[in-house]
């Protein structure tokens, strides 16, 4: 009785963690970079740049999910274009993985001197996996007789995005699609979801700029809205709050995202903290998000619009 109490026990975290990220990762500090979710971001800024994004959602909670990120960009003005590279790793409970790897490209029109219109597809793979037996049986051979459980799967499928993003110098407007094959979510691979978002960097006075974002993800009945703003001290060092909130699901309480980091010779360094907020909240407050950053600067003429 008490392994078949800890089998069902793993079962069902594992199923929490599963539902939990049934829907692309929403990260908070994604603002800098977001050629995972908008391959027509690649290329926006004049350096070759490398990000790298982690999170570890309850922390303390015994595997509990945690996500990597790792985008890498560069831009050709040459030819009007942004190259780049966007892979994720989620470990979602116990036995359950997913690896998802694209190339990115996007094309930039200057609508006119001060606005640009890009275009963006993102292509790859998505791997995804799941181990029957890491439930933690102590003796593997009393499940022996079902074969379906005592066998590790791994299914790989194709997986493309699109996106566009509309900016000038101050604001950036974006809409994308990412797993357009996807109908449905499985175990295996996420599903179609769309996002659009804006995102500004506006002058205060000398000191300080006000970054105000807000972006909505739409997948089937579930529409997460963000909204939220940074600081920024001399472009330098900055901080903000984000809220976060699901109007289809009243069981999901909303979040506030607590954010500080600073910026100095093309190195950015940031973190997060998440505070779920609400009476039904009931999940522990402790997921944390790191973000590194490095842009590698090249000698080329400034494009018309920066950043």
Same mark, same amino acid.
């Given at each position: 009785?008490?392994?078949?109490?800890?089998?069902?026990?793993?079962?069902?975290?594992?199923?929490?963690?599963?539902?939990?990220?049934?829907?692309?990762?929403?990260?908070?500090?994604?603002?800098?970079?977001?050629?995972?979710?908008?391959?027509?971001?690649?290329?926006?800024?004049?350096?070759?740049?490398?990000?790298?994004?982690?999170?570890?959602?309850?922390?303390?909670?015994?595997?509990?999910?945690?996500?990597?990120?790792?985008?890498?960009?560069?831009?050709?003005?040459?030819?009007?274009?942004?190259?780049?590279?966007?892979?994720?790793?989620?470990?979602?409970?116990?036995?359950?993985?997913?690896?998802?790897?694209?190339?990115?490209?996007?094309?930039?029109?200057?609508?006119?001197?001060?606005?640009?219109?890009?275009?963006?597809?993102?292509?790859?793979?998505?791997?995804?996996?799941?181990?029957?037996?890491?439930?933690?049986?102590?003796?593997?051979?009393?499940?022996?007789?079902?074969?379906?459980?005592?066998?590790?799967?791994?299914?790989?499928?194709?997986?493309?995005?699109?996106?566009?993003?509309?900016?000038?110098?101050?604001?950036?407007?974006?809409?994308?699609?990412?797993?357009?094959?996807?109908?449905?979510?499985?175990?295996?691979?996420?599903?179609?979801?769309?996002?659009?978002?804006?995102?500004?960097?506006?002058?205060?006075?000398?000191? !300080?700029? @006000? $970054?105000?974002?807000? +972006?909505?993800?739409?997948?089937?009945?579930?529409?997460?809205?963000? %909204? *939220?703003? &940074?600081?920024?001290?001399?472009?330098?060092?900055?901080?903000?709050?984000?809220?976060?909130?699901?109007?289809?699901?009243?069981?999901?309480?909303?979040?506030?995202? !607590?954010? @500080? $980091?600073?910026?100095? +010779?093309?190195?950015?360094?940031?973190?997060?903290?998440?505070?779920? %907020? *609400?009476? &039904?909240?009931?999940?522990?407050?402790?997921?944390?998000?790191?973000?590194?950053?490095?842009?590698?600067?090249?000698?080329?003429?400034?494009?018309?619009?920066?950043?």
């Amino acid at each position: 009785m008490k392994k078949i109490l800890h089998i069902l026990f793993a079962a069902a975290f594992s199923m929490m963690c599963l539902m939990a990220q049934a829907q692309d990762l929403m990260l908070s500090q994604e603002i800098f970079s977001r050629v995972n979710k908008n391959p027509a971001a690649t290329g926006n800024t004049d350096d070759i740049d490398i990000f790298l994004h982690g999170r570890i959602q309850w922390a303390g909670v015994e595997h509990g999910p945690k996500t990597t990120v790792l985008n890498v960009t560069n831009y050709e003005d040459a030819i009007r274009s942004g190259f780049g590279f966007t892979a994720s790793y989620d470990c979602i409970g116990k036995g359950h993985n997913t690896l998802n790897a694209k190339l990115v490209y996007s094309y930039q029109i200057d609508i006119n001197k001060r606005h640009i219109l890009a275009m963006g597809l993102g292509a790859g793979v998505n791997v995804g996996g799941y181990d029957h037996t890491a439930i933690g049986l102590e003796d593997e051979s009393e499940i022996a007789e079902d074969e379906a459980l005592s066998e590790k799967e791994r299914k790989l499928s194709p997986d493309f995005d699109l996106g566009f993003e509309f900016s000038n110098i101050h604001w950036t407007l974006g809409l994308s699609c990412t797993h357009i094959l996807n109908n449905e979510t499985t175990m295996f691979k996420t599903g179609r979801h769309f996002y659009l978002y804006g995102t500004s960097l506006l002058p205060l006075n000398h000191n !300080f700029d @006000l $970054g105000p974002t807000i +972006s909505v993800m739409h997948r089937k009945k579930t529409n997460v809205i963000e %909204i *939220g703003s &940074l600081a920024f001290f001399k472009r330098t060092i900055w901080g903000g709050v984000t809220w976060r909130t699901d109007f289809h699901n009243v069981v999901n309480p909303s979040t506030l995202i !607590f954010s @500080l $980091g600073f910026e100095r +010779s093309k190195f950015r360094f940031g973190y997060s903290f998440d505070c779920g %907020i *609400g009476k &039904l909240n009931q999940l522990p407050s402790n997921t944390h998000e790191i973000i590194l950053s490095y842009g590698i600067e090249k000698k080329r003429g400034k494009r018309a619009v920066s950043e």
